[in-house]
């Protein structure tokens, strides 16, 4: 696949300690589309360093409008949606590069390494996702606190990684915490049981889901032998389903109370 026909979009708000790192791997790229909600920090500065990036500022409503927006802004026939974040490792850009131009597919499937600053851990909870797709065939929806590209036609996986390395202060982790979980807590109440996975169902129990996803990121998924990153990232996770339970449990004691 030619490069010259993929433009990367990537969101921004307040990503200095990212951004950097992650156009670095980006300077294939002809033109790089940015939607940024008004960062404050030096985000623009870095931004306007680099001479094919192109940033539109959109107030932030959701994920989905604003990718959906952007989507609106790429002129190429492909798009490769990632997040600020994001670290493509040299050998998928040279995968990206041999691909052949097969119809029929129309979205790309890519596995991640998550870091902590810096080190890939043996394993995460975070998935394979749909980042490269042809333009015209994708559009974004909201899911819980989170969002989704949904994509027509065939998908076919990618074998090379992007490294999600968030080196963000644990400060605006928490604080983004407290507004996604809200979200998601609402969204688990709000869907009717069948509609939920098993992974949900045991979440909206409230008790299990933290103690199940410690283990599962020590154990199952080896960050027991990640060192200091692994238990970090294992901890964070509890906290994070910890945080969701009270959630959990303030929209369904204030709804009884009326």
């Given amino acids: 696949m030619n490069l010259d026909i993929i433009t990367p979009l990537i969101l921004t708000y307040n990503e200095a300690p990212n951004i950097d790192r992650t156009l670095q791997r980006l300077t294939w790229a002809k033109e790089i589309i940015i939607i940024d909600s008004y960062s404050t920090d030096q985000t ?10 192109k940033v539109i500022q959109q107030p932030f409503e959701s994920f989905a409008s604003q990718c959906n927006f952007g989507l609106t802004n790429i002129k190429s026939e492909w798009v490769l949606s990632i997040d ?3 670290i493509l490792s040299q050998e998928l850009i040279d995968e990206i590069k041999s691909l052949s131009d097969i119809p029929d597919i129309n979205s790309y499937i890519v596995p991640f390494k998550y870091c902590v600053i810096g080190k890939p851990l043996r394993g995460t ?12 065939k994708g559009i974004y929806e909201n899911d819980g606190h989170a969002h989704r590209v949904r994509i027509d036609g065939n998908s076919q996986a990618l074998i090379n990684f992007i490294y999600h390395d968030d080196r963000k202060p644990l400060s605006r ?6 507004r996604y979980l809200l979200i998601e807590a609402k969204k688990l109440l709000e869907t009717p049981e069948y509609e939920l996975s098993l992974g949900d169902r045991i979440r909206k129990q409230k008790i299990f889901a933290p103690f199940i996803i410690l283990i599962y990121c020590l154990i ?8 200091w990153q692994g238990w970090y990232y294992a901890f964070q996770r509890l906290l994070a389903e910890i945080l969701l339970s009270l959630r959990l449990i303030e929209l369904e004691k204030l709804d009884k109370a009326g």
Avoid: E
Avoid at 45 to 51: A, K, Q, R
Avoid at 173 to 178: C, G, V, Y
């Fill in 84 to 86: 600020a974040d994001y």
């Fill in 220 to 227: 199952l998924k080896g960050g027991i032998f990640d060192g």
């Fill in 125 to 136: 909870l975070y998935p394979p996702r749909k980042v490269l797709y042809r333009t015209k």
């Fill in 173 to 178: 982790w928490l604080w983004a915490q407290d």
């Fill in 44 to 53: 623009l500065d870095i931004l306007n360093s680099y001479p094919q990036v």
